[in-house]
């Protein structure tokens, strides 16, 4: 079935009552611990079976109730640096969401525990509060989101994101029986809650830096998600008749075996496990206390010895490097005589965090206590993980549960060396690049006809082509200023991974239209090699490259791509090389232009250089935006156009028309259509140029004419702004008479990108070109937008594709009504 989460708009939840302690207006200075972990979140889900009355109602109450206790909780990250990082205690609230859904608690288990790890993931989205920025938490946002969502039977799920920052697992655990046993209606909390502990900030900074290391250290490549059950069969084989390990010990160490067995060649090279260890009692902290206590704790071996010892030897080995945490931490000294590049490569270091006993099993809101704790998985710069024992009915039949992220993709490089004096230089990024210079791009493409040996004949194709684009396979650098941000032309090459699917094509995209949009992105995200939540970093290749095979002999090729490396264009133009190179063509038609003097000389203002900036990635929305997959119909494109009108031009028309009416309350008041514009012809760039060459231009009106007057007057809008574009370019003046609030707010901007005519669809590896062309949507404080005419085979007589997240949740339902009357 198609599960349906149906989210009330966000609420603040804040302490129940004035707190009159001295602290609680003060400030809660970070610890050692805790400063590494500053911005990171953590989500948690908990599975409750039984009912209680007004779920919803009762844990907000007993969430209002909690914050009188726990009342760092409710302020907000401040300190300008990572010295000073701490908690003001401003009593602000937390962020709260009511939700219902369309199936029982047990219908949502069955239908996770029956996808894939990534599509599992998405359903587990809908389920929590996903509003915090990709970038991590920052000083304006709440430390905690949580949202309930009840179900058909009467049961619910309790989803909570927080700020690592603020609490660990083990102190968002004891908060989180606090909140339940306020909600059964306790006069006050089991465990008196402490937030500051001098003990803790008198640590030296070593060991503690060792979590942040192994958490968020090195990046390999892209980790493949797991989710697995190790059986009781095999935890209990490996413990014996009379247990001397405990199950964590007997799963750290199955895991730690299988994974060596697959990824380390030199049985005497060392393989090194890294456990996360809650350090309360070896750091004496008062009971009670909620923030970081955790650190790492390695063991050590050889990789022969894991691979095919005796299995009680690993075990030892783990145990013996807990039993010596009071003396590591004593010292200061987590990793012992390892080296650091033993540390950071991908082989040789496992990281296992056990949510064994951390106490989320033990919360109970008057129903019982949950029946399962689930989490979810954002890679972005973590090493090889596990996250094992996660609590569930069941564990002693059936076995441990596991999330594991453990396997890379490989690296494709040119063909042959490059020669050109340029080859081993680097590439300047130009004013038009450099706003762009660490963001993800995503194409997917998806081709019907079969051709022979996919994934061989792209990836020949694709190392041809980096001959001739060289600067692809190189990374992104910089020197001392801004200004100095370039490709290093390395030829270190492009990440590549060759997948398969157990469904055709045509299943594919039923699947993925019969979704709600955030659900098909995560079905869309199983086809793409995806990419750190922070965006590119100076060591990431420029593309990443997936080719997946389906069962009926159609294929996808999935592409992100550093934004700062190629505009839209300039990477539909690589494509294209890619197919002439993959169908045997000997070189390419267009010759590639990365480095043009005219674009590098352009002497233009700030106002003109960061406008894409700062439409694409400027101010952050009020709330989440909802993300929609619309299709304007062709009757209706048919209806505005004539011999004088675009496509385009109709279908921005349309969308702006729709989302004036839903959010500009003021007829008086003047609303902006920001558009993207391909500039080649107006800066006069060399053919073949496939660097940026992108910039915004205003369309400007009343937004009483949008919404209700003539429909071919808002298409003149949007003309006259095109046809402003060499002036305004000439000018450097793109915002015209407009302020900076009247071009930053929610209300009155929408911005509308059009992928027709880009290039994706001209894309052809041997079989044909295009059938549909795709992309994702990651909102990190991406403004009110649309992409819009998205080619598929189809849109002559049905429409155009839009895929849309320009309305907050409490629009959504008017602005669809809107499209549907189109």
Same mark, same amino acid.
């Given at each position: 079935m198609c599960i349906v989460v149906t989210k009330s708009p966000p609420e603040i939840v804040r302490p129940s009552e004035p707190v009159t302690t001295t602290a609680a207006t003060g400030k809660i200075i970070f610890s050692p611990f805790d400063k590494p972990l500053a911005t990171v979140p953590v989500v948690v889900l908990q599975v409750f079976e039984h009912p209680i009355h007004e779920p919803v109602e009762t844990i907000r109450r007993g969430l209002s109730q909690a914050l009188v206790h726990y009342y760092p909780l409710a302020g907000r990250l401040a300190g300008d640096d990572y010295d000073d990082v701490h908690i003001d205690c401003t009593g602000e609230g937390v962020t709260f969401v009511a939700a219902s859904a369309n199936c029982t608690v047990k219908q949502l288990m069955r239908d996770i525990d029956g996808r894939l790890p990534d599509p599992s993931t998405a359903v587990q989205r809908e389920l929590i509060v996903d509003d915090n920025p990709a970038y991590g938490f920052g000083r304006a946002d709440p430390l905690i989101l949580m949202q309930v969502t009840t179900f058909t039977c009467g049961g619910f799920v309790v989803g909570v994101t927080w700020n690592h920052g603020a609490a660990d697992g083990f102190g968002i655990a004891q908060f989180l029986q606090a909140v339940g046993e306020l909600a059964r209606g306790l006069p006050t909390t089991s465990v008196i809650p402490v937030r500051s502990d001098k003990s803790l900030q008198a640590m030296s900074s070593s060991t503690v830096m060792a979590a942040k290391q192994f958490m968020f250290g090195v990046k390999p490549t892209t980790l493949a998600l797991h989710s697995i059950t190790i059986p009781a069969r095999v935890i209990n084989g490996?413990?014996?008749?009379?247990?001397?390990?405990?199950?964590?010990?007997?799963?750290?160490?199955?895991?730690?075996?299988?994974?060596?067995?697959?990824?380390?060649?030199?049985?005497?090279?060392?393989?090194? !496990?890294?456990?996360?260890?809650?350090?309360?009692?070896?750091?004496?902290?008062?009971?009670?206390?909620?923030?970081?206590?955790?650190?790492?704790?390695?063991?050590?071996?050889?990789?022969?010895?894991?691979?095919?010892?005796?299995?009680?030897?690993?075990?030892?080995?783990?145990?013996?490097?807990? @039993?010596?945490?009071?003396?590591?931490?004593?010292?200061?000294?987590?990793?012992?005589? !390892?080296?650091?590049?033993?540390?950071?490569?991908?082989?040789?270091?496992?990281?296992?965090?056990?949510?064994?006993?951390?106490?989320?099993?033990?919360?109970?809101?008057?129903?019982?206590?949950?029946?399962?704790?689930?989490?979810?998985?954002?890679?972005?710069?973590?090493?090889?993980?596990?996250?094992?024992?996660?609590?569930?009915?069941? @564990?002693?039949?059936?076995?441990?549960?596991?999330?594991?992220?453990?396997?890379?993709?490989?690296?494709?490089?040119?063909? @042959?060396?490059?020669?050109?004096?340029?080859?081993?230089?680097?590439?300047?990024?130009?004013?038009?690049?450099?706003?762009?210079?660490?963001?993800?791009?995503?194409?997917?493409?998806?081709?019907?006809?079969?051709?022979?040996?996919?994934?061989?004949?792209?990836?020949?194709?694709?190392?041809?082509?980096?001959?001739?684009?060289?600067?692809?396979?190189?990374?992104?650098?910089?020197?001392?200023?801004?200004?100095?941000?370039?490709?290093?032309?390395?030829?270190?090459?492009?990440?590549?991974?060759?997948?398969?699917?157990?469904?055709?094509?045509?299943? !594919?995209?039923?699947?993925?239209?019969?979704?709600?949009?955030?659900?098909?992105?995560?079905?869309?995200?199983?086809?793409?090699?995806?990419?750190?939540?922070?965006?590119?970093?100076?060591?990431?290749?420029?593309?990443?490259?997936?080719?997946?095979?389906?069962?009926?002999?159609?294929?996808?090729?999935?592409?992100?791509?550093?934004?700062?490396?190629?505009?839209?264009?300039?990477?539909?133009?690589?494509?294209?090389?890619?197919?002439?190179?993959?169908?045997?063509?000997?070189?390419?038609?267009?010759?590639?232009?990365?480095?043009?003097?005219?674009?590098?000389?352009?002497?233009?203002?700030?106002?003109?250089?960061?406008?894409a900036k700062q439409f694409m990635y400027g101010a952050k929305p009020p709330t989440k935006l909802a993300l929609h997959s619309i299709t304007i119909p062709s009757r209706m494109i048919n209806g505005i156009r004539g011999p004088s009108c675009t496509v385009f031009e109709a279908v921005a028309a349309a969308l702006w028309r729709c989302r004036t009416r839903v959010v500009m309350s003021d007829p008086d008041a003047p609303t902006v259509l920001a558009i993207t514009v391909n500039s080649r012809k107006y800066i006069g760039v060399k053919d073949g140029y496939y660097g940026n060459c992108i910039t915004a231009h205003m369309a400007v009106a009343r937004s009483g004419a949008v919404a209700g007057g003539d429909m071919m007057e808002v298409v003149r809008a949007i003309r006259r702004a095109k046809e402003e574009i060499p002036e305004r370019l000439k000018k450097g003046d793109v915002i015209g008479d407009l302020t900076t609030e009247q071009v930053t707010g929610y209300e009155g901007v929408l911005l509308v990108t059009c992928w027709r005519n880009i290039g994706f669809e001209a894309v052809d590896f041997g079989g044909g070109r295009t059938a549909r062309v795709m992309t994702t949507y990651e909102q990190s404080g991406v403004r009110p937008m649309c992409v819009v005419c998205l080619p598929w085979q189809g849109e002559e007589d049905e429409g155009a594709r839009v895929l849309s997240s320009c309305v907050t949740a409490h629009h959504a339902d008017a602005f669809l009504r809107e499209i549907a009357t189109l």
């Open positions: 490996v413990r014996g008749p009379t247990p001397t390990c405990t199950v964590f010990e007997a799963v750290a160490a199955v895991m730690w075996r299988c994974r060596t067995r697959v990824v380390m060649s030199d049985p005497d090279a060392p393989t090194v !496990l890294a456990i996360t260890v809650n350090t309360r009692r070896y750091m004496g902290v008062e009971d009670g206390y909620y923030g970081n206590c955790a650190t790492v704790q390695m063991a050590v071996a050889r990789s022969g010895v894991v691979a095919d010892g005796d299995m009680m030897e690993v075990v030892r080995t783990i145990r013996r490097a807990k @039993e010596e945490i009071p003396e590591r931490l004593k010292k200061g000294d987590a990793i012992a005589e !390892l080296s650091k590049g033993q540390l950071g490569g991908y082989e040789s270091v496992l990281l296992v965090t056990c949510w064994r006993n951390i106490g989320f099993e033990a919360v109970d809101f008057g129903g019982g206590r949950t029946a399962r704790v689930m989490t979810t998985y954002e890679q972005s710069g973590v090493r090889p993980l596990c996250v094992v024992c996660l609590p569930w009915q069941g @564990e002693e039949e059936e076995g441990a549960r596991v999330l594991s992220g453990c396997s890379p993709p490989q690296i494709v490089r040119p063909s @042959e060396p490059v020669t050109t004096a340029a080859a081993n230089g680097k590439i300047i990024l130009s004013p038009l690049d450099r706003p762009f210079a660490i963001l993800p791009e995503v194409v997917l493409q998806v081709f019907e006809h079969p051709i022979h040996e996919p994934v061989e004949t792209i990836r020949r194709g694709l190392s041809r082509a980096l001959l001739h684009y060289y600067p692809l396979a190189g990374h992104l650098a910089a020197g001392e200023g801004n200004d100095d941000v370039h490709i290093d032309c390395t030829g270190e090459g492009v990440t590549f991974v060759a997948a398969s699917a157990n469904c055709t094509i045509k299943q !594919l995209m039923l699947d993925i239209d019969g979704r709600s949009p955030d659900a098909a992105t995560a079905v869309q995200r199983e086809l793409i090699v995806d990419y750190p939540a922070n965006g590119f970093g100076r060591a990431d290749p420029l593309v990443l490259m997936q080719v997946t095979a389906f069962a009926c002999g159609g294929f996808v090729v999935g592409v992100t791509w550093n934004h700062g490396a190629a505009d839209g264009f300039g990477i539909a133009q690589f494509l294209q090389a890619v197919g002439e190179l993959a169908r045997g063509l000997p070189t390419t038609s267009v010759i590639p232009v990365r480095c043009d003097e005219s674009i590098q000389a352009m002497s233009l203002p700030p106002s003109l250089l960061m406008v």
